[in-house]
C-alpha cells in the first residue's frame, strides 16, 4: 500500500469513528431537548455567529423565509431565542439566543469536548504531542482545498 492510500485509509477510519460518535451524541442530544435538526441549525448558528435576521438564517440553510420564519416561531415559544428591533432598521427583526437557548448549546458542545478529553485521556503526552502535529498539517492542508474544485 503507497504512503497516499495508507493515508487515505487512515483519515477514513478516523472520519468514520468520528462522525459515528458525534453523530450518536447530536441524536442523543437532540432527543434529550425536544430539539430537530432544523431548531439545533438555527440555535448553533447563532450561537457561533450572534444575531442574525431570519431571511439570513433561511438563507444560510437553504429554506425559504416562510420556513425558517416557521421554526424561528417554534424557537420563541420555546423560549431558546427572542425578537429584538434591527438598531439599524427598526422595521426589521433580529434573532438572539436567550439565556435558556445559550444553556442548551453550551451543554452539547461540552458533551463534545467532554468526549475529546476522554480520548486525550488514552494518550501519554508524546502521543498527543505527535497527534497535534499532524492534525494541525491536515487542518492547515484541508483550508487550502475549500475553495478549490
Given at each position: 500500500?503507497?504512503?497516499?492510500?495508507?493515508?487515505?485509509?487512515?483519515?477514513?477510519?478516523?472520519?468514520k469513528?468520528?462522525?459515528?460518535?458525534?453523530?450518536?451524541?447530536f441524536?442523543?442530544?437532540?432527543?434529550?431537548?425536544?430539539?430537530?435538526?432544523?431548531?439545533?441549525?438555527?440555535?448553533?448558528?447563532?450561537?457561533?455567529?450572534?444575531?442574525?435576521?431570519?431571511?439570513?438564517?433561511?438563507?444560510?440553510?437553504?429554506?425559504?423565509?416562510?420556513?425558517?420564519?416557521?421554526?424561528?416561531?417554534?424557537?420563541?415559544?420555546?423560549?431558546?431565542i427572542?425578537?429584538?428591533?434591527?438598531?439599524?432598521d427598526?422595521?426589521?427583526?433580529?434573532?438572539?439566543?436567550?439565556?435558556?437557548?445559550?444553556?442548551?448549546i453550551?451543554?452539547?458542545?461540552?458533551?463534545?469536548s467532554?468526549?475529546?478529553?476522554?480520548?486525550?485521556?488514552?494518550?501519554?503526552?508524546?502521543?498527543?504531542?505527535?497527534?497535534?502535529?499532524?492534525?494541525t498539517?491536515?487542518?492547515?492542508?484541508?483550508?487550502?482545498?475549500?475553495?478549490?474544485?
Amino acid at each position: 500500500m503507497s504512503p497516499t492510500e495508507e493515508f487515505s485509509k487512515v483519515v477514513r477510519e478516523w472520519a468514520k469513528i468520528y462522525m459515528h460518535r458525534s453523530m450518536s451524541d447530536f441524536k442523543r442530544f437532540m432527543e434529550e431537548t425536544g430539539l430537530s435538526f432544523s431548531h439545533v441549525n438555527i440555535l448553533m448558528r447563532l450561537f457561533h455567529g450572534g444575531m442574525s435576521g431570519v431571511s439570513e438564517i433561511g438563507e444560510q440553510m437553504g429554506i425559504t423565509n416562510a420556513a425558517a420564519s416557521q421554526t424561528v416561531d417554534r424557537l420563541v415559544q420555546m423560549g431558546m431565542i427572542r425578537r429584538t428591533e434591527d438598531p439599524q432598521d427598526r422595521r426589521a427583526k433580529k434573532l438572539e439566543l436567550t439565556q435558556e437557548g445559550r444553556v442548551i448549546i453550551e451543554k452539547g458542545v461540552d458533551a463534545r469536548s467532554k468526549w475529546i478529553e476522554n480520548l486525550a485521556d488514552n494518550l501519554n503526552p508524546d502521543q498527543q504531542e505527535m497527534i497535534t502535529s499532524a492534525l494541525t498539517l491536515l487542518t492547515e492542508a484541508a483550508l487550502k482545498t475549500i475553495n478549490s474544485p
